[in-house]
């Protein structure tokens, strides 16, 4: 049987620190770089990010959007990065917040969690707006392959709360309730469960929230968002064991020169230790 995403993401956090860093090639960071706004140079952006971090960092997270943006090349693109990474020894995180309704949603799952697909990643970032049970395909798909998902529930954007903070008829608000429904999923699964949250490192004091999910939570906002490693303890408490942080820009824009951007990388992953050490 394929060991479960918990489980490799558990060893590769206590190997390698728990830092995300994220493959975000956006237009304005190709034209910093001196590459063009064209496939070439998506395919050298995630090539050299690839090579500076893949060999040290847990997780690389290519964002799916900035590859579709170049239609079929640019997925392809995509593929060769995913591959890349995993065969460097990263575990990869696809970000493509897919969500629909369950027959879709199948579909969605196999795009990216069936072993034999193309773009076969470790996990996938799924929105549950749809009803947490549309994920139900992906939740089961993910249990065969040894793959994960990370569950938006409390995003690190001012606007996710109007959703996500809004109070259902059994006082407790959608974002608690998405947690809720991953702590089920992930009950009795040691060490780590597959089924993450998505919890924004830039939202404060989340003591009202329960955080133990036994399952990590992905948590984008340091760097160009605002938050810093040392902010972890104060927004995640005693769940901080589990968060997995992530930095794109403020990690990216130290490139393209191989070097500063791995020792960029390995800044963060070093703050974050110390920062997740001290509680
Ligand atoms: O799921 C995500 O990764 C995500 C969720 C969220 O709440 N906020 C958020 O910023 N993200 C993603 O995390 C990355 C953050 O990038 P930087 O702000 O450049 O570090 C982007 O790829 C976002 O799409």
């Known amino acids: 049987m394929t ?3 918990g489980s490799r993401l558990r060893r590769a956090m206590d190997e390698r620190g728990p830092l995300c860093v994220g493959i975000d090639p956006h237009a304005s960071l190709l034209a910093e770089w001196g590459l063009g706004d064209d496939v070439a140079g998506l395919e050298r952006f995630s090539r050299t990010v690839v090579e500076a971090t893949a060999d040290r960092i847990a997780v690389l997270k290519p964002q799916s959007a900035f590859f579709e943006r170049f239609g079929s090349r640019g997925v392809a693109v995509l593929e060769r990065t995913v591959e890349e ?3 460097a020894g990263a575990l990869v995180v696809m970000d493509a917040k897919r969500g629909d309704i369950g027959s879709t949603m199948a579909a969605y799952a196999e795009s990216f969690l069936r072993k034999d697909s193309p773009l076969f990643s470790d996990a996938l970032t799924v929105s549950p707006y749809l009803g947490y049970g549309s994920l139900s395909p992906a939740v089961a798909l993910a249990r065969e392959s040894g793959t994960g998902l990370f569950v938006l529930a409390l995003t690190s954007n001012p606007e996710g709360g109007e959703v996500q903070h809004a109070v259902r008829a059994d006082g407790r608000d959608v974002g608690a ?3 809720a429904h991953l702590a089920a999923e992930n009950a009795g699964e040691e060490p780590l469960g597959s089924f993450g ?3 924004g490192a830039t939202l404060g004091d989340l003591s009202s929230y329960d955080l133990a999910i ?8 340091i760097g160009a968002q605002g938050a810093t490693p ?3 303890p104060r ?6 064991r589990n968060v997995v942080p992530n930095v794109s820009r403020g990690v990216l824009r130290h490139g393209p020169d191989v070097v500063a951007l791995r020792d960029a990388a390995s800044r963060f992953a070093d703050e974050v230790r110390a920062a997740v050490a001290g509680v």
């Open 197 to 199: 949250a998505v919890v």
């Open 177 to 179: 309730t998405m947690l």
């Open 230 to 232: 040392s902010d972890l």
């Open 85 to 87: 990474a995993r065969a």
């Open 214 to 221: 036994n399952g990590p939570l992905l948590a984008p906002g």
């Open 235 to 240: 927004v995640f408490g005693a769940a901080v």
């Open 3 to 5: 060991e479960p995403f």
